[in-house]
């Protein structure tokens, strides 16, 4: 590929060592691109489809789901019932909610050490119990993850032509820092068109100067350009991307949403089988913004659809949002009853939605061992 290099873009970056992503704690400074790093530190993994099962008798988690990343689903449901709230919740009742989605009582209570340790949750003491709200940090953090999520794909952004390129050189020995920076490129939407050579079809500069200044690193190159007429189709910048392959996963992602769409307008889908069902199409949908580039419709192949994939999850996750916090306010009032009715959900133009019902325990959901729902328990939100 041959680039025409355009006016005094080009950015030679010498900084000071701030932080190293990846040294098991969060870097200090700027907040842009924490959410990639924090993510990355709960043990966040991208799945390939919404892998719950809603069955006639309740759902079914497979092997290799979210239980199996307990630091991220926590985050994700304090983010999405507990969202700007500071009363910490008892731990107990945490362990709890993770139960909902198997995972064992031994996993919940390391995800909540581990998760402060690396100060993204804060604990307390009330005589034998532990109390555990998240941090400033991880609060600012998940602001700047939900606003991204969910305003991937709502608009389409006219091009001027050019592309930004980041050509870096760093040494093996230094590889938590190279390896930070991918993760944070890619969550900016670039993609390796060659080795040491990324590229974005937006103007991400500033974005990009401040993530090599986060981490550190001074051997590396931001600049923008434009190509040049005459490159063949193998040689041209989206080919970084398998557009193919991204297709198909929102093919996937929009026949599964689809048919849980259809399961929840049918009054199929129980409070129980609603949370894990809502956590588990964000769990997809936040990928996408990492997989997708963004690229202008230039650029796309025709039919691109990540219109309907994007409209498919805001219904879905709004239509569950009432069954799904009422679900949350169960588990909290075993534990802590005068908290149990702030839980609340927030809809996807992150308006929160309270719940004016009083709320308790269900004894008809709860296991034997006390530990959380059956897994084939059918809640009625007027229970």
């Not at 608009?155 to 190279?178: C, K, M, Q, Y």
């Amino acid at each position: 590929m041959t680039l025409l290099v355009s006016t005094v873009d080009i950015i030679r970056v010498f900084c000071g060592f701030l932080a190293l992503a990846g040294t098991g704690r969060v870097a200090d400074g700027p907040m842009s691109g924490a959410f990639a790093t924090l993510m990355d530190m709960s043990g966040y993994q991208p799945d390939a489809a919404i892998a719950v099962t809603l069955g006639d008798n309740g759902l079914e988690i497979p092997q290799g789901g979210m239980a199996q990343r307990p630091p991220r689903l926590l985050l994700t449901l304090l983010g999405d019932y507990w969202w700007q709230q500071t009363e910490p919740l008892p731990s107990a009742a945490l362990v709890a909610l993770l139960a909902e989605f198997g995972v064992s009582d031994s996993a919940a209570r390391a995800a909540l050490s581990r998760l402060t340790r690396n100060r993204l949750l804060v604990t307390s003491k009330s005589g034998r119990r532990t109390f555990v709200r998240l941090s400033e940090r991880a609060a600012l953090i998940l602001d700047e993850g939900a606003r991204r999520i969910f305003s991937f794909g709502s608009t389409t952004r006219p091009w001027d032509g050019a592309w930004s390129l980041v050509a870096f050189s760093i040494p093996e020995h230094n590889r938590s820092a190279r390896d930070a920076l991918r993760k944070q490129l890619r969550w900016l939407g670039f993609a390796p068109l060659y080795d040491g050579m990324w590229v974005s079809p937006r103007d991400h500069a500033t974005e990009v100067v401040q993530r090599l200044t986060e981490l550190g690193i001074t051997t590396a190159t931001a600049f923008r350009a434009t190509t040049v007429p005459g490159i063949s189709l193998e040689g041209l910048p989206q080919r970084a991307w398998d557009l193919e392959n991204l297709h198909a996963k929102y093919d996937h992602f929009i026949a599964s949403a689809e048919a849980l769409r259809d399961r929840i307008l049918a009054g199929q889908v129980s409070p129980v089988a609603a949370l894990v069902a809502r956590t588990q199409v964000m769990d997809e949908w936040r990928a996408f913004p990492g997989l997708d580039p963004d690229l202008p419709d230039e650029l796309l192949p025709a039919a691109w659809p990540r219109s309907a994939a994007r409209e498919l999850f805001i219904t879905t996750y709004d239509l569950l949002g009432p069954l799904a916090a009422h679900r949350v306010r169960q588990i909290i009032a075993r534990y802590a009853p005068g908290l149990a009715t702030a839980a609340a959900y927030h809809s996807s133009d992150a308006t929160i939605v309270p719940d004016e019902r009083d709320v308790r325990p269900d004894e008809r959901d709860v296991r034997p061992d006390g530990r959380g729902a059956r897994p084939d328990a059918a809640v009625r939100t007027s229970s």
